[in-house]
C-alpha cells in the first residue's frame, strides 16, 4: 500500500450530503487538538493533506481520503470548550450521525487520546459508544514524546483503570516528532484494507455456505454477555 498515493476527495458538512459507502472506510476520531490531522499527514507522508484549522474547534466537516481500496475519514473533533452549545450539538449530530449511519462499510475507528492527561468525558463517552454499538476501534495515544519513561507508565497504568475493558483494547502510542507508532498504524490499516478486499471476494461465497446450515435444528450456543465480541470488535492484541 503506497501511503503517498493517497488524496483527498471531498468534505461533507451535513449527513443527507453523504452518499452511500462505495469502498470500507477507517475513519479518525477524537478531541479538538489532540492530532488528528497531524497524524494523517504523517501516515500519509504528506505535510497538509489534512489542513490543521488555526481556531480548535471550527472544522465541522467530514472529510474523505482515498488510499487505494478505502477511504480514510477525518471526523470533525469534539469537544472544544470556547464554541456555542449550537456548534456542540452540530458536531454531535455530525459524528455520530456518521458512526450510526448503516450505509456506511465502517471497518475501524481510531480513537485519540492525549496521552499526557487522563481521557475526558466525551472521550469516554466516545469509547463507551464505540463498544455499546460493537464498532471496531483501537486507541492512539498522541503526543507520546512529551513524556519521559515514568510519566508514560504512570499515564498508561492510569489508563488502564480509566479505560473500560483497556486491556482488550489495541493501544498504539504516536509522536509526529519521532514518528514513534507510525509503521504499527500503517500496518493496521493495511490488514484491515486487505481484510475488506478478501471480503469483498469471498463474503458471498461464505453468505451460502451459512444458509445451507441455518435450517440444523441444534441451537447455537450462546456467547457469554461480557461486552466483548467473540469476533474481537476492540481489536485483540494480536493483530499488531
Known sequence: MNFSKAEFLTSFGKLSQMPPSDRGEICFSGRSNVGKSTLINKLL??????????????????????????????????????????????WSNLIGGYLEDDRRDLELVIQLIDMRHAPSRDDLQMINFLIERELPFIIVFTKADKLNKREREERMAAFAEEIPYFEDITCVPFSAVTLEGVEQLRGIIEEVSEDYADFLENGALLDDAEEDTSDTSEEPAQQENTGIDAAGYLIPKNRK
Do not use: Q
Not at 465541522?60 to 488510499?67: E, H, K, P, S
Not at 481500496?69 to 477525518?74: A, C, E, K, T
Open 45 to 90: 507522508n504528506r505535510k497538509s493533506i489534512a489542513r490543521v484549522s488555526s481556531v480548535p474547534g471550527k472544522t465541522v466537516t467530514i472529510n474523505f481520503f482515498t488510499l487505494d481500496n478505502i477511504y480514510l475519514v477525518d471526523l470533525p473533533g469534539y469537544g472544544y470548550a470556547k464554541v456555542s452549545k449550537g456548534e456542540k450539538r452540530g
